[in-house]
């Protein structure tokens, strides 16, 4: 008989057992959220993924936050992107390893990788990038975490520097309670919307939606191809001009999303004559084939500790970090804004042109 921790599976609740389960391999917190709880959006839909699922079972798993220190004054960009990969696997792995021994006690049970997963027969699908399952809904629906003011999912003391994972199962489970407001991490700050080159959430106007019955608020989006062409890696600078993401793209940041799509069109045929980075990495978003994305933001995410103290001292990190200049060979040099402006003048009008339109 399958055995958690040394105790045969009649001994305790299936809730419990799945619990220990992800606690045993490092989640922080693990919740339950049924139809009913999950009731509303589309892609809280379980039974998009199983006709007949009767639950869904979050958990989270956080990302380190040194590592992240580091990511955000620019001290090191491959320690990030590799405990990013490192922890996708992880949770891919973990979810894998609890959908079958669901499915071998009987349930009909599914794992929802952590990213790159989309309804591909939604038109338009690689614009809106609409999710088979949002692990968001699901986690906020079983108390995992509480939506922050950029939609992201957080919890108190961790802020959104978390990873979701989610399995799908035919099992009956008992739903977990969301979150009261008062147990929320997000004060409402707004510094999440600051450090967003490609100003993706509203620093003012709300959406609000039902989920499972009870009202959810947060900034409304202002379309996912801003997100697509900062954090895909294709520009970078601040329109202040004073900080960069870790990408060196110099391509500016057009008003409408219209415009958005013509600049990124523009910035991924440069792109793809950058030099290599040092460190090769990366990996093909299903809705950009052919082109090897490296995330060089997720400040929205990685700014937000948990905690007023530590978001400020992110916040401060962030915007002193500097500029990203890409070299000849691939490498990267960071400078403060006015050099780094400086430094690339001096470079080779040709080397110049793959990281920007305005120049001759
Ligand atoms: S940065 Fe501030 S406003 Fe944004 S989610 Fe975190 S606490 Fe909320
Ligand atoms: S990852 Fe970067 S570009 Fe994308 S929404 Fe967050 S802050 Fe904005």
Known sequence: ????????????????????????????????????????????????????ARSAI????????????????????????????????????ISNELAQWLTEKGYESKRIISNNNYKKEIKGWQATMPPRLSHRYVAVASGVGSFGWSGNVGMKGYGTTILLGTVVT?????????????????????????????EMFSKDEEVTFTLGGIEYTHSARNGYVRCQYVCGGF???????????????????????????????????????????????????????????????????NICWGNPKDTAENYKIITESGCIIQNLDGSMTVLPPKEAEEYFRSLPKKHQKKYCIDRT
């Open 1 to 52: 008989m399958t055995t958690i921790n040394g105790k045969k599976d009649h001994d305790l609740p299936l809730e419990k057992e799945i619990e220990q389960f992800l606690l045993e391999r490092g989640a922080i917190k693990v919740g339950f959220a049924t139809r009913e709880t999950l009731a509303g959006p589309p892609n809280a839909d379980i039974t998009y993924i199983i006709p007949e």
């Open 58 to 93: 979050s958990y989270a798993l956080p990302f380190d936050k040194d590592i992240i220190r580091d990511y955000l004054s620019k001290k090191d960009f491959d320690g990030h992107e590799k405990n990013r990969f490192d922890l996708n696997y992880r949770s891919i792995k």
């Open 170 to 198: 035919t099992a009956e489970l008992e739903p977990t309670q969301p979150l009261p407001p008062e147990e929320s991490f997000c004060t409402k700050c707004k510094l999440c919307t600051k450090v967003c080159s490609a």
């Open 235 to 301: 520009t970078g600078l601040h329109k202040n001009g004073k900080f960069s993401t870790w990408s060196p793209g110099r391509f500016p940041i057009p008003e409408t999303n219209e415009e958005i799509y013509k600049a990124m069109g523009r910035a991924v045929r440069r792109y793809a004559t950058w030099p290599e980075r040092t460190r090769k990495d990366g990996y093909i978003n299903e809705s950009a084939p052919g082109i090897n994305i490296r995330l060089t933001c997720g400040f929205c995410q």
